[in-house]
């Protein structure tokens, strides 16, 4: 394969060199069982504390309020359930309908077994109310499930309004912040959820690693259940390699921040205005304001994202239509759906999300090549 | 995910475009994926001489819609007939499973473009589906505009 | 820290050097996610795909019946709840007293949940009786949860005899074959289970993931809930790097399982004799036949088991009393209480486990070492 311009980066990152000059030493060397009582393993048990202390530091929390799973989605499930679970005479479930599969489906599934479901709606801009929060919260509701930032437009949500209403109304709130993790700052000192979910790999970590943040006092069950791991919260032998990189990953996230936040921003804006004004019968999925500053959704009418994907590839570039979990299904983006998208839109969406690794060079060369791919796509299309 | 010969299809379609004084168009629009397909002939001596397409869809649909307008080129309408789904499948080199239906696509937009030239040739075409040409589609395809 | 002799591979082994070297072109440039449309995620996929053959290698299974997992304890999670939720109707549990804890605690969980669970002694050896299971299995039996070789005595459960019964008796089986696995051949084609458990970093893999064997046929229900990963049998980004280590780990296993089996065997036997021969009031934990060719068990009287391993520390030499991940935690041994160990022996066991890494020398280091230390803490002793 020649060079790759990688632009999918919601769907999962590259990992940083110094994440893997971290990893390498508990992979070859160290490779101890923190449980074990040797010294051996207990110089791997020091290890797992410090990635634990940097990915509180990434969230300005407490290291005893970090548990390590598998990833985003595991967190995720272990969020929502531990809510029900540690709260069985409540059996509502307040989330939207622009959530990530990993609350998504599971919500879903709940609902099949008999919990009740308010499913919050997004504007055409992608928007979410909060006063919707307010109006759907009741005095059985368990868990409000809002993500922090939309893994296909970018859009962020207002968790601060939304942290005031649930903290007002004493309901837990968990957070899929997945996407604005490195991207954004997130404090949960100034926005007090109750959950959080990461994801390592969407910030130049590894994948098969992830953390739920759970505030100190919430009461927890754990998901995965045997032996005393994470403080009895997550049980199997810990993913030391995994955590380690996600640690080192979180520590350079806070660093890059500022710099890459605006950085990247230009990078993006500039991409989509190269190609907003280039191609005719193109829009914005999504506000172009309130979102992250690495993505951008762009709809070419007529076309079928699939076919675009497939062109770009030809020419080394990466992008994805929906999230990456759900190509490959046929139906147009639920996330595109639930905003109003006509489908000639809809299914013509391509997803753009940048990184630090991003390139000046990389924009201008998406910007030349991808109009001549939609001309030729809109030859085939019998809407032109 | 694709076979060389989808891809080449995609890469490449033949007979792309519109026919202006077609003699047949057929239109079909997947429900499932919201994709579209029009098929456009030209009829001589009961040959099907000219062919062209137009497709807003996946991969697997725009590779379908130029497979299926090569297998029919120059033949007879009861050939072209005959074509179904599978036969498209199999001269793609297989689809992915989630993608077979698209394949359905390109075999209905084709029956649907000599569905109409017959209505138009002969008011009222020879269904197969018809008990006398009175009667309506037992299969109910006409009515709905769905071609089984 | 200096040399250290390690002698607690039943906790977690070395990750083999070839492992690594596996491992690193998906760490650092075949980042990309399997489920993407472009090629770059597609390399990836065929990795993914690659390495799903070498685990079902290993078992001589079917690739389509291997599904990755973050672990030892999450496959055996998913297997007994996907057993239960496909059942719905069947709540009754057969299991034993000396599962590891990714078993028993969460059986113990689904007892306090209403579910109804026969626990199945073991005698004065460890052995379980395949009769116990006969009797115990009934109509409303959702799944029998047996494991393969025992994590602490290394003894062997008659799992062909169980699934023979299983089989007659149309009840699903489960067999956690996570101590198994590399040290003694196993074929889902020989013992027909419906679910085998195993995980990566007890077969010279890297931590942090792990599979879980699911017959073909056999009604599944996923565990973690999200985007279609694992032909949705197990949702979540698949941990890249982990898979593709698990699955040249499985490769070498079968690779070296031969040699390995007699030569580990050997140093084990050499071991085991030497120190019950030098050490007064010792004993051995478990059949002398019957059992994994790496593990020992020694029980040595008047003694407790966390100053054995101080000491043992100071030296290097690491091993372990109880599994890992019970260490830390004062009672004895659950399994060495259930085949009636008396306390004063079960609480100076020690378990060495040993590995293909492990030297002659450091057999010698150990049988040299040990007395010395077994005779300072009893002088300690007030039993003696
Ligand atoms: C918003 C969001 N939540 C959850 C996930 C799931 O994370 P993981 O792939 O680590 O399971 C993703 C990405 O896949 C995501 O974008
Ligand atoms: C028999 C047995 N089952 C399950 C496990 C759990 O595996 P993991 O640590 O990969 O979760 C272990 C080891 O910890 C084990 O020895
Ligand atoms: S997915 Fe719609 S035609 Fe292929
Ligand atoms: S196909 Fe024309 S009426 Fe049935």
Request: hydrophobic content about 35%; overall charge neutral.
């Amino acid at each position: 394969m020649n060079k790759v311009i990688y632009m999918d980066n919601n769907a999962t990152t590259r990992v940083a060199p110094q994440v893997i000059r971290e990893m390498l030493p508990v992979l070859e060397t160290w490779y101890g069982n923190p449980s074990s009582m040797h010294g051996f393993g207990g110089a791997v048990g020091k290890r797992l504390d410090q990635a634990r202390k940097q990915v509180a530091d990434l969230l300005q929390a407490d290291p005893g309020e970090i548990v390590f799973t598998s990833g985003g989605t595991e967190s995720d499930n272990t969020a929502i359930l531990a809510a029900l679970a540690s709260q069985p005479h409540k059996r509502h479930i307040v989330t939207t309908r622009v959530e990530h599969p990993a609350v998504l489906s599971l919500v879903k599934d709940l609902e099949e077994r008999g919990y009740t479901v308010t499913w919050l709606g997004v504007d055409r801009k992608g928007h979410l109310n909060p006063d919707a929060v307010r109006k759907a919260v009741r005095k059985d509701t368990a868990i409000v499930s809002v993500m922090a930032a939309n893994n296909e437009t970018g859009v962020l949500f207002p968790i601060d309004k939304i942290a005031a209403i649930t903290r007002e109304k004493d309901v837990l709130l968990h957070t899929d912040a997945v996407q604005i993790m490195g991207k954004l700052p997130f404090s949960v000192q100034d926005i007090p959820v109750d959950f959080l979910s990461l994801s390592s790999h969407k910030i130049h970590g590894p994948k098969g690693v992830g953390a739920l943040y759970v505030r100190k006092g919430v009461r927890f069950k754990p998901f995965i259940i045997g032996g005393h791991q994470e403080h009895g919260r997550r049980a199997g032998t810990e993913n030391i390699p995994g955590i380690v990189g996600l640690g080192k990953a979180c520590q350079l996230a806070a660093r890059h921040l500022d710099e890459e936040t605006i950085r990247v921003g230009k990078l993006r804006d500039r991409l989509e205005e190269g190609l907003l004004s280039s191609i005719d019968h193109s829009q914005l999925n999504g506000d172009q304001n309130n979102r992250l500053p690495n993505t951008t959704s762009i709809a070419f009418e007529f076309v079928e994202g699939e076919a675009i994907l497939l062109l770009m590839n030809e020419l080394g570039i990466c992008a994805s239509s929906g999230s990456a979990c759900t190509s490959g299904s046929l139906e147009p983006s639920h996330v595109l759906r639930a905003m109003g998208i006509p489908f000639t839109y809809a299914h013509g969406s391509i997803r753009f999300s940048l990184s630090r690794y991003t390139t000046d060079q990389e924009v201008d060369t998406v910007i030349r090549e991808l109009p001549p791919i939609i001309a030729r796509l809109r030859e085939l299309s019998p809407f032109c | 995910m694709y076979s060389e010969k989808v891809m080449q299809h995609f890469a490449t379609p033949q007979n792309v475009g519109v026919i202006e004084d077609a003699d047949g168009v057929g239109e079909v629009g997947n429900p499932v994926c919201g994709d579209m397909m029009t098929f456009y002939i030209k009829v001589n001596n009961g040959k099907i001489e000219d062919v062209k397409y137009q497709t807003f869809g996946c991969v697997a649909a725009i590779a379908v819609s130029s497979q299926v307008s090569e297998l029919v080129k120059g033949k007879t309408l009861e050939e072209a007939k005959s074509l179904t789904k599978g036969v498209v499948a199999e001269a793609l080199g297989g689809l992915p499973k989630q993608k077979m239906h698209c394949s359905n696509l390109g075999a209905d937009a084709l029956a649907r473009a000599i569905h109409d030239y017959e209505t138009r040739t002969h008011g009222q075409h020879p269904c197969p589906h018809r008990e006398n040409q009175t009667a309506g589609c037992t299969q109910g395809c006409c009515d709905t505009g769905e071609i089984s």
